[in-house]
């Protein structure tokens, strides 16, 4: 199972920014999916997350201002990140764990590359 992140960049206070990341590789069935991110010298956080049935939450700090969706035929999760202040300035990682068969019951807990985030003020 492999994950690719996409999408980060250097955005203006204000500005928008969507992160897209893809499943691939052999698997049953992907679970949860979230966004982390990790600002330099900070822990990784929790940004955002989503259950196989769609439901959501958000770290106090971006609520009302980022949203996860997840396309579960493509195996994808995006974050739509507007509004975007130079405290959201980071490494993004998406966080995806699910099943590799149902005959192993063989669990998956994979993380992305990570991809920089940048807002200036």
């Known amino acids: 199972v492999q994950l690719q992140a996409s999408g980060g960049g250097l955005v203006q206070a204000g500005g928008s920014l969507r992160l897209s990341c893809v499943v691939s590789?052999?698997?049953?069935?992907?679970?949860?999916m979230a966004w982390y991110r990790q600002a330099t010298g900070n822990q990784r956080e929790l940004v955002a997350h989503i259950e196989s049935g769609y439901m959501t939450k958000y770290s106090d700090s971006v609520k009302g201002r980022f949203t996860i969706s997840r396309d579960n035929a493509k195996h994808t999760v995006d974050l739509q990140m507007n509004s975007l202040k130079p405290d959201d300035t980071g490494v993004y990682y998406c966080?995806?764990?699910?099943?590799?068969?149902?005959?192993?019951?063989?669990?998956?807990?994979?993380w992305g590359q990570g991809t920089q985030v940048t807002v200036s003020s």
């Open positions: 966080n995806v764990n699910g099943l590799i068969s149902t005959s192993s019951l063989e669990p998956f807990d994979m």
């Open positions: 590789g052999r698997f049953f069935k992907v679970d949860d």
